[in-house]
């Protein structure tokens, strides 16, 4: 067994160890739960898993972590249902949405209340009561352990995805700036994602999900320049943009199209794919950006796609335009920074500066992240 | 497993639906029958409940009961009614809540089972 999981990590202490602790697992678990069918299979599988924690925790061993969960899939479907009743238990619409993104985390990707406290700057005392509240409510209301009945299963499966991807932009708005010793929870979310493709592979809106955040997390480094301020698409160096996990993300969203099945994440993983196949700012294809909006409108009516709509129309149809459909949005997003630092760049282009000014000043009033703080700032001044 | 389904509504529908005039009170009946007959093997036990206007509350201060005029939920909403149903689990007693033709909340609480004898 040690051999088996030598062959994949190439460390032979790393694989000693985490035979030893699946060993201990067993000594818990089976007294309680009785010995399992195929003892030995189990401890394989309980180390494999083990492995796959570790690595995860090391982003340079992305090629045999793949392998190592393409194995864990293959030879152990049991395995793989086990994973996907625990993924819809944990997103079951009867508990929060914080109680689910903070149970998926601990109970699926196997982070740490410590680590899941600190990736959303909170204590752990509160993201531990979170966690043992969900799961009391699990027990108390018979939340069944199970993967959904078809006729819910679109129902349920949104409702995955939407945890995931509300993990994911929690993740990477709170990488804002400084802060390198809090875990990437963004690189989890894109983790889990990629579980779920796995997992169900025949649908397309969990693909386009995960090519989304791919896409995302490609680009992620040149959001920040070396002082932790945040860089605008447009300035980005796009030198500096992981064109391989750029490829392999927009394959992922080929895949998704060839079963026919759009959906709001296919088409926001569209938008970012357009964005980063422009080598330059210049050549960003606006008139596919906005019918691509058009079409997610068309899904997903919401005054914030109206509003990045606006944007995208800015630079096929010109600063009036685009200001012209900000500011019908004015009741629904008053209260949104972005809407209000959107205007400011409108009515600036429009040589309207009196106005831009007042507008950066509500839109500073209403952000309290730090690195977007400081850009509104510096156009202020 | 038993739930309670608590069926809600705002107070201004609940006056509205005791307005009505007898024959369109009972046409509002049909999906509210429907559910019941489509349901009727789970639920095993439940009442629709006379308006708010007749309820009575105790409330005790400093342990002292003292009657009031008027229901102790305040705000907007309203129970008028309840089921008790018996399913597997909290998906089978959610599928009867969505299905809950009113367009009211239902509330859906696990009851507490402390293993008393079936009656």
């Known amino acids: 067994m040690t051999a088996a999981l030598v062959r994949i990590l190439g460390d032979f202490d790393l694989a000693e160890e985490l035979v030893q602790e699946a060993l201990l697992e067993a000594i818990q678990h089976w007294p309680k739960e009785g010995i399992p069918e195929k003892p030995g299979a189990w401890l394989l599988t309980t180390a494999r898993r083990k492995a796959v924690d570790q690595l995860r925790r090391q982003a340079r061993f992305r090629n045999k972590l793949a392998q190592l969960e393409g194995e864990l899939m293959r030879d152990d479907t049991a395995e793989g249902d086990d994973r996907l009743r625990l993924i819809f238990t944990c997103c079951h619409p009867a508990l929060s949405r914080e109680a689910q993104v903070a149970l998926t985390l601990r109970a699926v990707a196997g982070l740490t209340t410590i680590e899941i406290a600190r990736a959303f700057i909170t204590s752990e005392a509160t993201i531990a009561q979170r966690i043992v509240r969900a799961k009391r409510k699990i027990v108390d209301a018979n939340i069944p352990y199970r993967v959904p009945a078809e006729r819910d299963m679109a129902e349920r499966l949104n409702e995955v995805l939407a945890v995931l991807y509300l993990m994911f932009n929690e993740g990477y708005l709170a990488t804002a700036g400084e802060q390198a010793s809090r875990r990437d929870v963004a690189e989890d979310a894109a983790w889990l994602a990629g579980l779920m493709v796995r997992l169900m592979p025949d649908e397309p809106e969990a693909l386009g999900l995960l090519a989304l955040m791919r896409l995302h997390l490609a680009r992620a480094r040149a959001r920040f320049d070396d002082a932790g301020n945040l860089i605008l698409l447009q300035d980005q160096d796009r030198d500096r943009w992981d064109r391989e996990r750029i490829t392999s993300a927009i394959v992922l969203l080929q895949r998704a199209a060839t079963m026919h099945r759009s959906g709001p994440y296919q088409l926001q993983a569209a938008i970012a794919a357009c964005h980063s196949e422009a080598r330059i700012w210049a050549e960003t294809d606006w008139r596919q950006i906005v019918a691509l909006y058009d079409a997610l409108l068309e899904q997903m009516p919401s005054p914030v796609v109206e509003l990045n709509r606006a944007i995208a129309r800015r630079y096929r149809d010109g600063a009036g335009a685009a200001l012209a459909d900000v500011e019908r949005l004015t009741e629904a997003l008053d209260t949104y920074y972005l809407f209000h630092a959107t205007r400011a760049e409108l009515l600036r282009d429009l040589g309207r500066e009196l106005e831009a000014r007042a507008a950066l000043r509500r839109a500073l009033e209403l952000t309290a992240n730090p690195a977007e703080r400081a850009l509104l700032q510096k156009r202020l001044s | ?119």
């Open chain 2, 1 to 119: 497993m038993k739930y309670v389904l608590l069926f809600g509504d705002t107070k201004e529908r609940a006056r509205q639906w005791e307005a009505m005039p007898e024959a369109q009170r009972e046409a509002a009946y049909a999906p509210i029958n429907q559910w019941f007959e489509k349901y009727g093997k789970n639920v095993t036990g439940g009442h629709e409940l006379q308006p708010e206007r007749t309820a009575t509350t105790v409330k005790f201060t400093n342990g002292k009961p003292v009657v009031t005029d008027g229901p102790f939920i305040e705000g907007k909403e309203t129970i008028g009614g309840y089921a008790e149903v018996t399913v597997a689990d909290l998906d089978e007693a959610l599928e009867m809540a969505k299905a809950w033709p009113t367009g009211g909340p239902v509330e859906v609480r696990p009851i507490i089972d402390r293993g008393e004898p079936q009656r």
